[in-house]
């Protein structure tokens, strides 16, 4: 039988009694707690440095109680499945809790070592499932980028460079991918403060300057790629929700900017030549 993958947590816990009960139910198993805050700011501190699989929450610690413990851990780390503790009767705190999308809830007095074991292993499948599935949805999308962005024409494919931006020129890959990123927080400033908008001529901007390097729409896909990554790996889940909303926009913008580029730069010197070289 293949043994269970390690399974780090984070107990998030302010009840020394409970914490060493929760070890206790734990020894022997693949799950292993790594790190104990005893409140919700120092279990926040401690997944901003460290990778945890998973989260074992009290509902009610000395600086945050019921619903909200729940929602702040959500709002600062979606990426962690968690799973949610109390030692009120599970009743309105329980609901309050569910509906902020906690991954399970256990009350204190009713769980066990093998529950809480089964629960942890559920809890930590189910994420990976879903990551499963967003990075899916992230690969379908790239390739619908990849069709729209590909080059129609024998002409057009004599207009990009043969090897990839990244690697024949790696210092202003890194500076297309900074500036994507900042493109994307700007954004997003805009679209939440409802404020003029410069990303529409800094996009035009940067197809005309990827143009000149004889950058293909694979280029800008991993462009686009690389500051999506940046930007999305500890974001909340609504924020990064709204990243891949502005980036959608931000990528299809600049596929067309650099299309015209290449129709006003080079495709009209391409026909002066293919005109030239008939008449010759």
Same mark, same amino acid.
């Given at each position: 039988m293949t043994a269970n993958p390690r399974v780090s947590v984070l107990l998030i816990e302010d009840d020394a009694a409970w914490a060493l009960l929760v070890e206790e139910m734990l020894a022997g198993s693949a799950n292993v707690v790594d790190a104990h805050a005893h409140t919700l700011s120092e279990g926040l501190s401690w997944l901003s440095r460290d990778r945890f699989d998973v989260a074992l929450l009290d509902l009610n610690l000395p600086d945050s109680a019921g619903r909200d413990?729940?929602?702040?851990?959500? =709002?600062?780390?979606?990426?962690?499945?968690?799973i949610v503790f109390s030692g009120e009767h599970a009743g309105d705190s329980a609901l309050q809790a569910l509906s902020v999308d906690g991954q399970d809830y256990l009350h204190k007095d009713r769980v066990d070592g093998p529950l809480l074991q089964r629960v942890i292993r559920y809890a930590v499948e189910r994420h990976r499932l879903h990551q499963m599935v967003e990075?899916?949805?992230?690969?379908?999308?790239?390739?619908?980028?990849?069709?729209? =962005?590909?080059?129609?024409? =024998?002409?057009?494919?004599q207009l990009y460079a043969n090897t990839a931006l990244k690697d024949v020129n790696p210092d202003a890959f890194a500076r297309f991918h900074a500036a994507y990123r900042e493109l994307l927080e700007q954004a997003l400033e805009e679209r939440t403060f409802q404020i003029e908008s410069t990303v529409a001529a800094r996009l035009v901007t940067m197809g005309e300057e990827l143009g000149r390097l004889r950058a293909s729409p694979r280029d800008l896909i991993e462009v686009h790629m690389a500051g999506m990554q940046t930007a999305t790996a500890q974001a909340p889940r609504a924020r990064r929700q709204a990243y891949l909303e502005e980036g959608r926009l931000l990528i299809l913008s600049l596929v067309g900017n650099l299309a015209s580029f290449y129709r006003t730069h080079y495709l009209a010197s391409y026909a002066g030549k293919s005109q030239a070289a008939t008449q010759g």
């Open positions: 413990t729940l929602a702040r851990f959500r =709002a600062e780390s979606a990426n962690v499945p968690v990075q899916a949805r992230s690969e379908r999308e790239l390739q619908s980028l990849e069709r729209l =962005a590909s080059p129609a024409t =024998a002409v057009t494919t």
